[in-house]
């Protein structure tokens, strides 16, 4: 019988309709702490994000959430996790449509990737551009629905 590890998520997150973002799907593994289930759960994007938020590893660091995202568990205190009194499955979606906003709206103050931040900051049209490309790139396959992986082509008989 298979292992299952509760600890260890997948999620899946559709770019905003309107934006350069559209299309995609953008896909994070989801850590949640061993130590305590009122730690704020590590989230990193499977593939590399071109996004000033996004860490090389594809570790999101947005600066409202980045206390609670960060991967040491002493930092399990972080006010946006620990005093939601709402449900935990009300919480954990709060934080990827967060994450889902935050990918049309980043936090320019806190960079955590330079080579997107210095494309957002001096090239704005040439980022929406890769930004677009990039979605294309994380349309769902239709043959399989798998989010963030290339459309592979149908063979042709």
């Known amino acids: ?8 998520w997948e999620a899946n997150i559709p770019g905003l309709k309107n934006t350069p973002w559209e299309g995609g799907v953008y896909s994070l ?3 949640f702490w061993r130590c305590s289930p009122e730690c704020v759960p590590r ?4 593939r590399p994000l071109f996004h000033p938020n996004a860490y090389p590893s594809g570790t999101w660091g947005y600066t409202l959430l980045e206390k609670a995202l960060i991967t040491a568990p002493k ?3 972080h006010d946006l996790w620990l005093n939601t009194r709402t449900e935990d499955a ?14 049309n709206e980043p ?13 957002i900051k001096t090239y704005p049209q040439a980022y929406e551009a890769r930004i677009r490309a990039q979605a294309v790139a994380w349309t769902p396959d239709p043959l399989t629905g798998l989010a963030g992986r290339p459309i592979l ?5």
Not at 1 to 8: A, E, G, H
Not at 108 to 114: G, W
Not at 153 to 157: D, G, S
């Open 1 to 8: 019988m298979p292992v299952v590890d509760l600890t260890q």
């Open 29 to 31: 593994q989801v850590h």
């Open 43 to 46: 989230f990193r994007f499977v």
């Open 75 to 77: 930092r399990c205190n």
């Open 90 to 103: 009300v919480r954990f979606a709060t934080i990827l449509l967060s994450i889902q906003k935050s990918l």
């Open 107 to 119: 936090n320019i103050q806190d960079p955590a990737q330079s080579e997107a931040y210095t494309s």
């Open 153 to 157: 082509q149908p063979i042709k008989h």
